[in-house]
């Protein structure tokens, strides 16, 4: 009598990147935002992971000139730059396309930004076995809430 068992560790390691653009309040201060994307999930079942989130997003401030006449007056807004560490989940309704979210604590970077709660909910599909493509609302809520839509590209490793 012989018994055997195949366990297959479904756990991955994905870096990419993001690009957005800003929307809401946000698209007042900001007009375009970056960003890096570093996630490790578990594999639970074949429908579902978990794992953790991490990265970099800046979002590059707006710049306005208002002129009065002779007068030209030049004013900005700062970058708004943060580090999101985050729990992350992903179901797979089927082996291609992905629905899931990231929910955490973005840490503010740049001054005068305390951060706040990070959510991102998103979709995605795998275009390679190795490479995904998705899209995304990244949110950072604290006395208002900075969102950003965003496409990126990630890389199994």
Not at 9 to 34: E, M, Q
Not at 43 to 66: P, Y
């Amino acid at each position: 009598m012989v018994f055997s068992t195949n366990a297959q560790d479904r756990s991955n390691f994905k870096v990419g990147l993001n690009a957005g653009l800003p929307v809401g309040d946000a698209s007042d201060v900001s007009s375009f935002s970056i960003g890096l994307d570093v996630v490790y999930h578990w594999g639970v079942s074949e429908l579902l992971d978990v794992g953790l989130a991490t990265g970099f997003t800046n979002a590059f401030g707006e710049t306005e000139t208002i002129t009065d006449g002779a007068f030209e007056i030049e004013t900005g807004f700062e970058d708004f730059q943060f580090l999101p560490v985050a729990a992350s989940f992903r179901v797979y309704p089927t082996f291609s396309f992905k629905l899931g979210a990231d929910v955490g604590y973005a840490i503010g970077i740049n001054e005068g930004n305390e951060g706040g709660f990070y959510y991102r909910p998103l979709v995605g599909y795998n275009i390679t076995g190795n490479t995904e493509l998705n899209i995304s609302y990244t949110a950072v809520d604290n006395n208002g809430t900075f969102g950003v839509a965003t496409l990126g590209i990630l890389f199994l490793f």
